[in-house]
């Protein structure tokens, strides 16, 4: 996750992470309450089922999305780096 940038958006992958840049500034919580949003938002899901599972303070976090399978994943998130 990189905070501060000028638009949210999923902008690549690095190893097995996708790099995911926020407008949100890292202060009080607020690029873990944008996070959270946004993943919910892109993949269609409720806000209560995205949690951030480790990583609160970091930039390296790990999320887990309730009721989306790994081939929905996938399909939407190659969707999302390669568009036509």
């Not at 949003?37 to 609160?56: C, H, K, M, Y």
């Amino acid at each position: 996750m990189v905070p501060r940038a000028p638009r949210s958006a999923i902008t690549g992958t690095r190893g097995d992470a996708i790099l995911v840049r926020l407008a949100a500034p890292p202060v009080d919580g607020a690029a873990n309450d944008a996070l959270i949003e946004f993943l919910a938002g892109t993949f269609d899901r409720p806000r209560r089922d995205v949690t951030i599972l480790s990583g609160l303070k970091s930039r390296d976090k790990r999320v887990a999305i309730d009721g989306l399978s790994d081939d929905d994943f996938s399909t939407r998130l190659s969707a999302i780096l390669n568009p036509r």
